[in-house]
């Protein structure tokens, strides 16, 4: 376990963030079944436990990234589930545009650099250098939506563990856009429906871009009180 891992269960949640630039280093391969084994305790309705997870290491990291880049670049994108935001979706929108404005400005991107930002967006399926990839597939159980709410819990334990080791990892909602092109790679069968992938491992330490601190909206934009004080 890596010296740099922190303690207590508040200093993990608080000190974890998304990398965006990851050194070679592979994760020893106890961490990552440590990793597996905290995210296989997460709760789910009934105990259905409904997440399929692939994990991709060396040559199978790189043939999984040439796929998924072959079709970003002939434009064939074929998302499981919505990945767009509405005009009238507010103040989501919003924040979305903020985080993306200073991303692209800790990497140095102008707003109008199109050729930049390309490069950039590409850059999520090489995985931004992890030397490590798991992708989350959810079956086609009802509407889905029960059972990707477990995956997301799923994946909140898998980077909390991650946080706790010294490691990194950013969850990719992209990934999800080529969910038939990582099908077809994989042989799935068409009701495996991929929600994002994480990319993890080291994260750079130099890199601008991981020193980025994004924050969070006050809890009165977000919650209601009902005869309860803080």
């Known amino acids: 376990m890596s010296a740099s891992a922190v303690d207590t269960f508040t200093d993990v949640i608080r000190a974890r963030r998304s990398a965006r630039a990851f ?7 106890d961490d990552i079944r440590g990793v597996l084994e905290d995210a296989q305790r997460a709760p789910s309705h009934s105990n259905t436990q409904p997440w399929e ?28 589930f919505t990945t767009t935001y509405g005009a ?13 404005a200073t991303l692209y400005g800790a990497m ?32 086609e159980l009802g509407d889905v939506v029960r059972a990707a709410n477990d995956v997301g ?14 490691y990194h990892g950013v969850p990719q909602g992209m990934h999800g856009l080529f969910a038939d092109a990582v099908r077809d790679h994989l042989g799935l069968p068409a ?24 924050g969070r909206a006050p809890l009165d934009e977000h919650i209601v009180l009902h005869d309860t004080s803080l």
Do not use: C, W
Request: proline share 6%; glycine share 8%; aromatic share 8%.
């Open 88 to 100: 009238d979706d507010g103040v989501h929108v919003q924040r979305s545009q903020r985080a993306g």
């Open 153 to 166: 819990m799923y994946a909140q334990n898998f980077l909390l563990s991650l946080t706790a080791r010294g």
């Open 191 to 214: 009701d495996r429906k991929l929600l994002y992938g994480i990319s993890f491992g080291t994260a750079d330490p130099e890199a601008a871009v991981n020193r980025v601190e994004m």
């Open 53 to 80: 997870v692939h994990v991709f290491s060396g040559d199978a990291r790189d043939r999984l990234s040439e796929a998924m880049l072959k079709a970003f670049e002939a434009g064939q994108m074929s998302p499981d």
């Open 108 to 139: 140095g991107i102008a707003r109008d650099d199109a050729d930049g930002r390309a490069k950039a967006v590409a850059e999520n399926l090489r995985f931004y250098g992890a030397p490590h990839v798991a992708l989350l597939f959810v079956p």
């Open 23 to 29: 050194l070679p280093d592979p994760v020893p391969a």
